[in-house]
């Protein structure tokens, strides 16, 4: 099972592995005190260490080196290999999994890790009191949905009715915890020995098995942070169980100091099954946030890695390492002949000259570059959403120029998007195309939705004379990247529709909250494939989906959905995706798809 039968692995890992690479291949380099054997610089800080909360890209990175999932994905050919499971059986069914747990996996205080554990962490995900983005990928296991939907509902009549149960909310998780027990087909008969049952057979089961969110977690750590609100009824999980002094994780790693949006310490979790491969001693993850401060320490030494390459020159860095990379061509590609690994070559190749850099990488990613639409019927403050009408939503997508952005702003070559999947991403999946640039369907769409310059003011209207809403921008401060965009398609509006709208930039933490809640109209948003099927995008879209940041509900979406999942033959389930994914789209736009991403790292292969 290689990287060419997979190529969505290879865009979503390449990344990845190369960093998890360095983790357990760097040698030791100067840092400032305390020394650490590989430093990394990081725009961003994790809002979270607990996996079953996880979503954002950074996060799930940080949780691959301090936690172990049941499977990994190996770094030379993108298959399954063991983790904490060494060996694993699928019946002739493709419906019930076995994992025979290692022996010596062990937590960092030196606890086995069992089955239990696992079936713990997956409560903790599928638990609506959890509120994880992720829940939805465990309703692929028997009973996981129904599960989730009484307790859903039980949550809502406690509400309603609390002397029900004499409001004390531990008689309501009793009767949860009861429930998960007889009807979700999670089966741990002894300490070594994990059985999963699906409802039906679902060809990337394993790679979610791999995927972060599905780690396990110590469970006496964090029962001693588990309370209940007797109002509510909900089951309260404080996060102070992940701070350092108190985690207790199970991977490579575990985190020993942590100053938020400073810097956080990984150790060598003493522990770990499998010591040989971490030769890394120690990590310091470094938060800056400002792109061009982590160029300048990343270049001062203060680095050995930076994660994400943000400053608006990343162009031209790429364009110097290109010009090196041709001056050594024949070097690299005699190299590359008798197999030797790009970045060992490049690293022992004479020091690049002025104009030229060998420290700057890209990587086409799995990944896609998006604004959102809110598509509720009303607006955070009670007034009514002209987004939630799919012609508001059309008119607008069609006004952006995407090759201009990808030219003028983001000047990384990107593939125009007019669809969530990468284009040849995943195997036998059709290309899918939706709607392009089309400023004079954009205003007859507009139109149509009942506004237009009815008096030829320049002031565009509805039936009532209502002006239509100055559109509010939300994106994130991050990267200028993202202010870019939204200053240019908020020009774009204005030119083509004749439609005000204001920019509203926020730090990390607030963007996300505001996100959460639905307080926007457009936002910036991307994601990245978390495994090889298009249900890592379209799911994005689901009622009820943690990630489904718009707020879209349409039934024959749904509808749509349920009946592909139905389908057992892989190509016609393939086919029947791709036809969902043409109808949104085309016609239902929640979202703008840009471009799919491009990734730039920092980092001098002659250094590590």
């Known amino acids: 099972m290689g990287c060419d039968r997979y190529p969505w692995r290879v865009r979503l890992l390449a990344p990845i592995l190369l960093l998890v690479l360095a983790l357990f291949a760097a040698v030791s380099l100067d840092s400032p005190l305390p020394p650490a054997d590989l430093v990394l610089i990081e725009r961003s800080d994790c809002y979270t260490l607990d996996p079953q909360r996880m979503s954002y890209q950074h996060e799930l990175r940080r949780a691959r080196v301090i936690y172990e999932t049941l499977v990994n994905l190996r770094a030379s050919d993108c298959a399954v290999v063991e983790g904490v499971a060494k060996r694993w059986e699928i019946s002739a069914d493709l419906r019930t999994y076995t994992f025979h747990l290692r022996s010596d996996a062990r937590w960092s205080n030196g606890d086995p890790v069992t089955s239990a554990d696992f079936a713990y962490a997956w409560r903790r995900a599928i638990l609506p009191d959890t509120a994880a983005d992720y829940s939805a990928l465990y309703f692929a296991i028997g009973g996981a949905r129904a599960f989730y939907n009484n307790r859903t509902a039980a949550l809502a009549a406690y509400a309603k009715s609390p002397e029900t149960y004499h409001r004390d909310a531990r008689e309501l998780w009793r009767v949860t915890e009861a429930d998960f027990a007889k009807n979700v087909a999670i089966e741990t008969p002894d300490p070594n020995t994990l059985v999963v049952h699906l409802d039906a057979p679902l060809a990337y089961f394993l790679d979610l098995c791999a995927f972060p969110c599905f780690a396990p977690v110590h469970p006496a750590t964090v029962e001693q942070f588990v309370s209940f609100d007797n109002t509510s009824g909900r089951l309260i999980q404080r996060h102070d169980w992940t701070k350092p002094g108190r985690i ?23 522990y770990y099954w499998a010591p040989s491969r971490v030769i890394a001693k120690s990590v310091e993850c470094r938060t800056i946030e400002n792109p061009n401060t982590g160029v300048l320490s990343f270049q001062s030494g203060g680095g050995d890695w930076l994660t994400d390459l943000g400053p608006e020159y990343k162009t031209e860095m790429l364009a110097e390492r290109k010009a090196y990379l041709a001056r050594f061509s024949a070097e690299i590609n005699a190299g590359l002949a008798h197999g030797a690994v790009a970045d060992d070559i490049v690293g022992g190749l004479p020091v690049p000259a002025p104009g030229e850099r060998r420290d700057v990488r890209g990587f086409d990613a799995f990944g896609t570059d998006f604004f959102s639409f809110n598509c509720r019927t009303a607006l955070t403050g009670g007034n009514a959403n002209p987004f939630h009408d799919a012609r508001v939503r059309r008119a607008f997508a069609l006004t952006v120029n995407k090759q201009e952005l990808i030219d003028r702003v983001t000047r990384l070559g990107e593939r125009v998007a007019s669809t969530l999947v990468p284009p040849g991403s995943i195997p036998d999946y059709p290309l899918v195309e939706g709607i392009g640039f089309d400023p004079v369907r954009a205003r007859a769409e507009l139109k149509a939705a009942g506004y237009d310059d009815r008096n030829g003011d320049g002031i565009v209207e509805n039936t009532a004379g209502e002006k239509f809403p100055t559109v509010d921008i939300l994106y994130s401060t991050a990267s200028p990247r993202y202010q870019n965009l939204a200053l240019a398609m908020r020009d774009m509006w204005k030119r083509e529709l004749r439609v005000a709208a204001e920019c509203r ?16 109209m457009i936002a910036r948003g991307g994601w990245y494939g978390d495994y090889g099927d298009p249900t890592t995008w379209l799911d994005l879209q689901r009622a009820g989906n943690g990630n489904n940041d718009r707020g879209y509900e349409n039934p024959e979406f749904e509808t749509r959905m349920d009946a592909a999942a139905a389908e057992h033959d892989p190509k016609t389930r393939l ?15 929640p979202l703008m798809p840009l471009c799919n991403y491009v990734t730039v790292y920092m980092y001098d292969p002659s250094r590590l």
Do not use: C, H, Q
């Open 505 to 520: 930039g926020k730090d990390s933490k607030l963007y996300k909250e505001d996100l959460k809640k639905g307080n926007f």
């Open 575 to 589: 086919a029947m995706l791709a036809e969902v994914e043409k109808w949104l789209f085309t016609e239902e736009i």
């Open 248 to 270: 207790v994780t199970n991977g490579a790693y575990v985190p020993t100091v942590w100053r938020y949006k400073r810097d956080m310490r990984l150790e060598a979790n003493p």
